[in-house]
């Protein structure tokens, strides 16, 4: 049940699982979702847990790929939660240092949209928060995070304070976020962290819903296209 004084009841969050690990095998990086998903739930958030390697989603930059020549896609149905969504995360593995094939192919994917328009005309992405979440047993919390955020950002989610979470083990190989005596579960940066995530997404959402998103001047690509400056003035026509 919920609190009344931190209701986020009729938030909706989809987590993007980028693990490389087909289901039902025990995904590190969805513990750490778990983490933060059980606490929207607890607040009144409806979460969805998407675990992208499950899912035949074709590799492109086009939001149907079946029109591309591709047999099949299942983007476009995935897709509709995204639209629906306030918040999204993506998170996902590291390895040799980086995000994993599946978290690219899902920020292409989530590219391959954005130049859809709201119903105010601003790009499909305004008034959604996005955040990160990575986990490995080698360096690169930092570096994938960033990766991820920048790309979220550039598309049009809004990205709060400390909107990422990571789990990283010893350099070198060694045990995972799960696996017994990691001491993941229990690791008070990581656990702080997630925490802190997760309560400036549903912060932001908030915001955001209750001001009807982001103002529609000075961002709308169709008014600008016919003849709108906002205010810029170009120094050439002076």
């Known amino acids: 049940m919920t609190d009344t004084e931190h209701d986020f009841s009729g938030l909706k969050a989809v987590f993007f699982n980028c693990t490389l690990k087909k289901g039902p095998e025990p995904s590190n990086t969805e513990g750490l979702i778990n983490a933060s998903a059980q606490i929207m739930k607890k607040h009144g958030i409806e979460v969805d847990v998407i675990r992208a390697i499950d899912h035949d989603i074709a590799t492109g930059v086009y939001p149907d790929m079946r029109e591309k020549g591709w047999d099949s896609d299942a983007w476009p149905e995935l897709f509709k939660k995204v639209k629906a969504a306030d918040i999204v995360v993506i998170a996902g593995p590291i390895w040799l240092g980086d995000n994993s094939s599946v978290t690219k192919r899902i920020i292409e994917r989530l590219y391959s949209n954005s130049s859809d328009v709201n119903e105010k005309g601003q790009y499909i992405y305004y008034g959604k928060a996005g955040g990160s979440i ?33 789990w990283v083990g010893e350099a070198g190989p060694g045990p995972n976020y799960l696996d017994p005596g990691s001491g993941g579960p229990e690791n008070d940066f990581t656990n702080r962290n997630v925490t802190f995530m997760t309560w400036n997404l549903m912060h932001m959402a908030q915001m955001l819903k ?21 205010d810029f003035e170009n120094p050439e026509y002076r």
């Not at 001001?211 to 961002?219: L, Q, S, T």
């Open 134 to 166: 990575i986990t490995g047993n080698e360096d690169g919390g930092k570096h994938c995070s960033m990766n991820i955020l920048y790309s979220l950002q550039h598309i049009g989610f809004a990205i709060p304070p400390q909107a990422d979470a990571y």
């Open 210 to 230: 209750k001001a009807g998103g982001i103002p529609a001047y000075g961002n709308v690509r169709g008014e600008w296209d016919d003849g709108t400056r906002f």
